[in-house]
């Protein structure tokens, strides 16, 4: 994100972070809730966000909760060199908000774990830093634990600084093993295999240490024992953006926006042998070939294309990618100009398709316009239909109902008046065929920022072990 993009109301961010960014909307605070010794806990989960402020800056996080009943919440904010921070709070059903990290951890680089019970709860955050000559903020799904392995697909470092930033939510230490990918080389280096991620803990990796002056390099992270969650965060010059790591797939999908500047994509295929892909683009105008994988991707060798300029509708554009053979994983990226050739920066990343995704957004990515994208990549029709969760509670607006959304085609839906300066969480159900999606930002006061927050498939949900109040633990 651009230096300009940085005189941003840094001073109102602040003023919200050093106030714990107290309960921005409408949370109510922790309730007694304490279950019977032979009565099974609520369905629950957790969430992890290596990345969620850096030092001396501030960031957010914002939960929207879709279920029937409230979310008890507890989150574990993790500062690096100090004991952690616990804050406990519920979350009614229907409800969205926004939390700041609490001024004790304001001077440490953190990360956070977010466990709770009941309901059905997503959740991103929104960092703003200054690193390696860029200054703004970037937003991003926190991820969930259980991969054995996740690949971060958009790191660089030619001119870029690539930070790995994992994070252990388990209670017992995690040992990893680190790979780079890059120009068709698997780079292992001695130093990353066998890592110690400690339990409750982070571990931050600079790429460029072991990989120099490429413009794509691709990092996996591969559990020997116990789970990680991690991010990459990409600092440079007109570029501050934070990407979650995810599992490679056989079947998915990845959307950007070209309305307001380039949109590239990044590829790689993670295994012994070549991807044996189907890559189409999908927009406005159906679909077509993605030619710099159409003939395959050989293994280790990130790719990183631009959409050519006019070749589509201006408007959402979608890679969609099924291999037979080593599975894939994708990211986009792409501008934002704004009045006096401001330059932005949004990032997604790709997803299997899905009959429900869930997002979530919230301040200070404040939106002056709000939109969300989908592609539907299957050869079929769907019909797709969106509730909205705010503060002021759920809705289900009569313009993103029954929305007829066609065979390899992407479309933009605007959330305009749905959301205010506040959260907003975004349910995306699809009849017919499963989709991918995106919520992308655009902030104009008090100065031009763009972001993109991706809708995850909505997982299943199941008891989980926790102790007698859930807000103190729900495994991970």
Known sequence: MKESVRRWGLAAFVVLSVTGAGLADRFAPASPWLPGADRPAEPGGAWACPF??????????????????????????????KAPFVQAFDIGPGRAGTVGAPAAIRSSAAGAIVEYAGGDLVVSR?????????????????????????????????????????????????????????DGQELEPESLRGRVV??????????GDFAFDERAVAAVVQARSGRVVADVLLAARGLIELVPAVGAASETVAIGNTAGGPLSFSAVAVGDA??????????????????????????????????????????????????????????????????????EQAATVAVPPAARALAVIGPPAVASELRLLVANPAERDAT?????????????????????????????????GVGGTGTVGVLVTSV???????????????????????AFPDLPRSPVAVDPDPRAGVAA
Not at 295 to 317: D, H, W, Y
Not at 324 to 339: C, D, K, N, Y
Not at 392 to 397: C, L, M, Q, V
Request: a neutral charge; hydrophobic letters at 45%; charged letters at 10%.
């Open 52 to 81: 969620l402020k850096a030092a001396g800056s501030p960031g957010w996080l914002h939960f929207a909760n879709f279920g029937r009943v409230a979310s008890h919440v507890r989150v574990t904010y993790l500062p690096d060199r």
């Open 126 to 182: 929104t960092a703003f830093l200054t690193a390696n000559g860029g200054t703004g903020g970037a937003a991003g799904p926190c991820g969930r634990p259980g991969a054995q392995a996740v690949v971060a697909s958009q790191g660089a470092t030619l001119g870029v600084e690539t930070d790995l930033i994992l994070l252990n939510p388990g209670t017992s230490d995690a040992v990893v093993d680190v790979s780079l990918l890059f």
């Open 198 to 207: 400690p339990a409750r803990g982070r571990l931050v990796i600079r790429e």
């Open 274 to 343: 070549d991807a044996v892909t189907d890559s189409r683009t999908l927009s406005g105008a159906g679909q077509g070939v993605f030619e710099p994988i159409a003939g395959g991707l050989p293994p280790n060798t990130p790719r990183l294309a631009e959409i050519p300029k006019g070749s589509f509708p201006t408007g959402p554009v979608a890679v969609a990618v099924t291999s037979s053979t080593s599975p894939v994983a994708l990211g986009a990226r792409w501008q934002m100009i704004g009045r006096g050739g401001i330059v």
């Open 384 to 416: 797709i239909s969106v509730t909205v969760v705010t503060d002021a509670g759920s809705s289900t607006p009569s313009a993103l109902q029954g929305v007829s959304l066609g065979a390899g085609e992407a479309i933009q839906l605007s959330l305009a």
């Open 432 to 454: 017919g065929a499963r989709v991918a999606a995106a919520v992308q930002a655009i902030a104009l006061q008090p100065s031009f920022g763009a972001y993109a927050v991706t």
